[in-house]
C-alpha cells in the first residue's frame, strides 16, 4: 500500500517550502488512495523547541488538508538503538572512539574530505568491546562498502537515475556519543518501520539518500522510492531560508495577511510544479486528480518578492479570485475578524452589508481595513477639499451639489433606486451632469474619490451618517 509521509523538524516556524512537501505528498496520497503520515521529527533536542512545534501545527492545520497517522520520533528513541545495534550485530558499523571527532564527522581535512578513521573502522571487535565496557564513549558510524562495491545508485522520480562513488561517501554516524540517533538513522529507522513507500522532499535531501539506500539495504528492506523537489529560491536566486528571508517564508505569514487556505495551496502547488494544460486556478480535486510527478520541474521555483511587498504577484492574484468567487456570507465571515483586528467596531450585520461592495476590492482579507474603512469608523480622516471639486467643474459647483443633496436626502427612501432616481433629478435641477452631482457626495460620505458604487454605499452608511458627512464637507468649502 502506498505510504508517505511529511517529516518536518521543529526548530523553527512552518516554511513555505516545507508546506509545499506536505501539499505534494498529500495530494500524491489522495490521487493514489494512500496513507499521508505526519512525523515531527524532533530527535535534534538542543534546537527543539515548543513554538516552532506550534508553529508547524498552527500552518498545517490552516492549510485543511489533514493526515491520516501521526507520529512523533522521539518516542521512538528505542526501536533508533534497536536498528543501530541490528546495523552494527551485522559487520555494517563499527565503534569510533575518536574523541577529537565531532559527532557526525563529517569534516573537511586539509587533504580533501574526511572519509574515516582507518584505526577505529579496523579496529579488531575484541578491543572495540573492551573499550566500550570500560565505559570509554563512542560514536557508531556505518561501515561504507569501498571495497566490494563502487558505487550506491537509485532512481529519483523527478531528477531520475543518480549514483554516487562509495569513494565520496563517508562513515556517517548512526548514534551519537550520548546514545541518540543521527537524522540519517532516525529517519530510516521510522521509515522502514512506518513501513513508508515513498519519499517525496526538497532536492536539498538528494544526497543524503545515498547513505539512507546503505542503511535500508543494511536492515535487508527494499528500499521507498525517491522523488526529490525543486528547491524554493528567492528572487536572486538565493535559497529562501528562515534566517535570511524571515517571516516572508513562513507559512503563518500569509495566513495572517489574509491569504485563503485553498488559494494558498494553489499557489504553492504551482511552485515547481504544473497540470501541463495552463491550467492556474484548481480546486482542491482537480490539483488531486492532476497532481503527478512527471509534471515536477527539475529547475528551482522563483517566490517573486521584494522588500515592499512580501507576496509573489500570482498568489496575490490568485486570492483575489477565490475571494471574488467566494458567497458573500462566508466572506463576511472571513472578514468579521481582520474589520475588528484593525480596530473597527464591526459586528456581523453590518459587515454583511459592506461585503458586497468591497468584495472585487480587495485581494486580502486584510484589505478590508482600507477597502472599507468609512462604513465603520465615526469620523472620516482628513482629506483635502480640492477633492470635493467634480472634474470640469469648481468649488462653487461642488458646494451646490452638496447643498442640494442636504436638502433632499431627508426626505428620500434611503435604497438604490430611490437614491439614485432622486440625486439625478437634482443634477438635471441644478443644470450639472450626474458625475458631476455624485463626485462631492462620494467624496463628502467617503473621504476619497475611489470608492464602492455610491447609492449602494449611501443606503449601507445610512441617512444620519450621510448628512452629517455631507454637512461637514460643506464646511470646508
Known amino acids: 500500500m502506498l505510504r508517505v509521509r511529511f517529516a518536518p523538524s521543529p526548530t523553527g516556524f512552518?516554511?513555505?517550502?516545507s508546506a509545499r512537501t506536505f501539499i505534494f505528498n498529500w495530494l500524491y496520497a489522495r490521487r493514489h488512495g494512500g496513507t499521508m503520515i505526519l512525523r515531527i521529527d524532533d530527535t535534534d533536542v538542543e534546537?527543539?523547541?515548543?513554538?516552532?512545534?506550534?508553529?508547524?501545527?498552527?500552518?498545517?492545520?490552516?492549510?485543511?488538508?489533514?493526515?491520516?497517522?501521526?507520529?512523533?520520533?522521539?518516542?521512538?528513541?528505542?526501536?533508533?538503538r534497536q536498528v543501530a545495534e541490528a546495523i552494527f550485530k551485522?559487520?555494517?558499523?563499527?565503534?569510533?572512539?575518536?574523541?577529537?571527532?565531532?559527532d557526525e564527522g563529517e569534516k573537511s581535512h586539509a587533504g580533501g574530505p574526511w572519509l574515516f578513521n582507518a584505526g577505529m573502522r579496523e579496529l579488531s571487535a575484541e578491543e572495540s568491546d573492551r573499550r566500550a565496557a570500560a565505559g570509554e564513549p563512542f560514536v557508531i558510524r556505518y561501515r561504507v562498502p569501498r571495497e566490494s562495491r563502487r558505487d550506491v545508485s537509485f532512481h529519483d522520480a523527478v531528477y531520475g537515475d543518480q549514483t554516487k562513488l562509495t569513494a565520496d561517501i563517508e562513515d556517517f554516524a548512526l548514534l551519537r556519543s550520548s546514545g541518540g540517533p543521527t537524522y540519517h538513522l532516525a529517519s530510516c529507522a521510522d521509515d522502514a518501520d512506518l513501513r513508508i513507500s515513498h519519499i517525496i522532499r526538497g532536492q536539498d535531501h538528494l544526497t543524503n539518500t545515498f547513505k539512507h539506500i546503505l542503511i535500508f539495504e543494511a536492515l535487508g528492506i527494499e528500499p521507498p522510492q525517491f522523488a526529490h523537489l525543486p528547491l524554493l529560491v528567492a528572487p536572486d536566486g538565493t535559497k529562501l531560508s528562515k534566517r535570511r528571508h524571515g517571516p516572508v517564508v513562513s507559512v503563518t505569514t500569509y495566513r495572517d495577511a489574509g491569504f485563503l487556505a485553498q488559494a494558498f495551496v494553489n499557489f504553492i502547488c504551482l511552485l515547481g510544479w504544473s497540470p501541463k494544460d495552463d491550467r492556474e486556478k484548481l480546486t482542491r480535486q482537480e490539483l488531486v486528480d492532476a497532481f503527478s510527478f512527471e509534471g515536477i520541474n527539475r529547475s528551482n521555483a522563483v517566490v517573486n518578492f521584494t522588500e515592499e511587498d512580501p507576496f509573489d504577484p500570482k498568489a496575490v492574484w490568485l486570492n483575489s479570485q477565490y475571494l471574488y468567487a467566494m458567497p458573500v456570507q462566508e466572506l463576511a465571515e472571513r472578514l468579521l475578524p481582520f474589520a475588528c483586528a484593525a480596530g473597527?467596531?464591526?459586528?456581523?450585520?453590518?459587515?454583511?452589508a459592506v461585503t458586497p461592495l468591497i468584495q472585487?476590492?480587495?485581494?486580502?482579507?486584510r484589505d478590508v481595513a482600507a477597502a472599507a474603512d468609512f462604513f465603520f469608523v465615526d469620523e472620516l480622516a482628513p482629506y483635502d477639499a480640492a477633492e470635493l471639486v467634480p472634474q470640469k467643474g469648481d468649488a462653487a459647483m461642488a458646494l451646490r451639489a452638496l447643498q442640494a443633496a442636504y436638502r433632499i436626502l431627508p426626505a428620500v427612501e434611503f435604497t438604490h433606486d430611490a437614491l439614485d432616481a432622486a440625486l439625478r433629478a437634482e443634477a438635471v435641477s441644478l443644470g450639472i451632469k450626474a458625475g458631476q452631482m455624485f463626485q462631492p457626495i462620494r467624496v463628502a460620505v467617503c473621504g476619497r474619490k475611489n470608492a464602492p458604487p455610491l447609492f449602494e454605499t449611501l443606503a449601507v452608511l445610512g441617512r444620519d451618517t450621510c448628512l452629517k458627512r455631507i454637512e461637514k464637507a460643506i464646511q470646508k468649502l
Open 344 to 352: 473597527f467596531r464591526a459586528e456581523p450585520g453590518k459587515m454583511l
Open 14 to 17: 512552518l516554511h513555505i517550502g
Open 90 to 102: 551485522k559487520g555494517h558499523a563499527y565503534r569510533d572512539f575518536t574523541p577529537a571527532q565531532a
Open 360 to 365: 472585487e476590492r480587495i485581494k486580502l482579507l
Open 47 to 80: 534546537r527543539n523547541t515548543q513554538a516552532s512545534l506550534d508553529s508547524i501545527f498552527e500552518g498545517l492545520n490552516w492549510l485543511e488538508l489533514g493526515w491520516d497517522e501521526q507520529y512523533r520520533q522521539s518516542e521512538r528513541l528505542a526501536l533508533h
